[in-house]
């Protein structure tokens, strides 16, 4: 089903923009699909002579669903004061490990770079929704102030003024680690989780390291997060003493190397890490099994082996 005076591929072309756009803002690919579907149901229910008016479908349901965004960011943060404990974004898998069953092919629509690590969709979160649209769509997306501006209903002075300050929210820039890099921690945090060692742990943490877990009141989770790195390597050890038959995966986390936890092949937990000179400084721990619905395979695991 293609939009006026456009072809399906460029209809096709244009959701998975919209379903990146709206992922980087919502923080969930579940709402980003809703939100999109509802931007294009918007779209087939005006009048023919309506949608052969605009000159742009394109610009039409970028808008829209910027706006949809927007309405869903201002009423999810009044849920996310409810919601049990710590609210983390849905961790996504790669492109391989993606659950089927889930959609049609939501991995092939998905560019996985920076600006969807769950480092920088945290620090997403701590915007306000006007600042995090103007930023996504600029910084991010390119999108000029001025279209910003009918996204948001302000000028586009007002619009440059909150990407400005959303920036400062993101902070010094710092180089970003290799992959390479990242990968080798983490699987010298597996090995040393694996082995119970906590010296191990604790030297391969920052001693300012910060542990965040999203059990959203489903399944148990620390609900305040844990603070150094002496603390966490204990609470990780223990966990693995109360946990048998846990295997734990090295696996790609929002594009960059995490862990996996699954038993009898359903993943249970979904872990991600910012690792700055070698050392981990956070790590952000997803249990909530509804925002892990993307790892599941037919409905219940994701692929085995490592």
């Not at 052969?52 to 943060?77: H, K, Y």
């Not at 929210?169 to 080798?184: E, K, L, N, Y």
């Not at 995966?249 to 690792?275: H, K």
């Amino acid at each position: 089903m293609g939009t006026a005076g456009t072809s399906t591929d460029e209809t096709a072309d244009e959701r998975r923009q919209l379903i990146n756009i709206s992922y980087r803002l919502l923080g969930s690919l579940a709402e980003a699909e809703d939100a999109v579907q509802e931007a294009y149901a918007r779209w087939y229910a005006l009048p023919r002579s309506r949608q052969e008016a605009i000159v742009s479908p394109g610009a039409w349901l970028s808008t829209v669903t910027g706006r949809i965004c927007l309405d869903m960011l201002g009423s999810a943060r009044a849920r996310r004061e409810r919601y049990v404990g710590a609210w983390l974004p849905e961790p996504l898998p790669d492109r391989a490990e993606w659950g089927h069953g889930h959609g049609a092919d939501p991995a092939d629509q998905m560019v996985m770079d920076e600006s969807v690590t769950m480092a920088f969709l945290v620090v997403l979160e701590s915007m306000t929704p006007a600042e995090r649209v103007a930023f996504v769509l600029h910084d991010v997306f390119r999108y000029p102030f001025a279209e910003i501006a009918g996204i948001l209903g302000r000028t586009p002075a007002a619009c440059k003024q909150l990407a400005a300050s959303a920036r400062r929210r993101v902070g010094v820039a710092r180089a970003p680690v290799t992959a390479a890099g990242q990968a080798d921690t983490v699987r010298q945090v597996k090995e040393a989780w694996e082995a119970k060692d906590i010296a191990a742990l604790i030297a391969l943490l920052d001693p300012a390291a910060v542990m965040t877990a999203d059990g959203g009141g489903m399944v148990g989770a620390v609900l305040r997060p844990i603070e150094g790195g002496a603390r966490i390597a204990q609470y990780m050890a223990a966990i693995a003493d109360s946990a048998p038959g846990l295997e734990l995966l090295e696996r790609s986390v929002n594009g960059v190397p995490g862990l996996v936890a699954q038993r009898a092949g359903v993943v249970m937990t979904v872990a991600s890490f910012d690792v700055v000179d070698g050392s981990v400084l956070r790590i952000w721990v997803v249990r909530n099994p509804e925002k892990l619905r993307p790892w599941a395979r037919d409905g219940q695991d994701v692929s085995g082996g490592s």
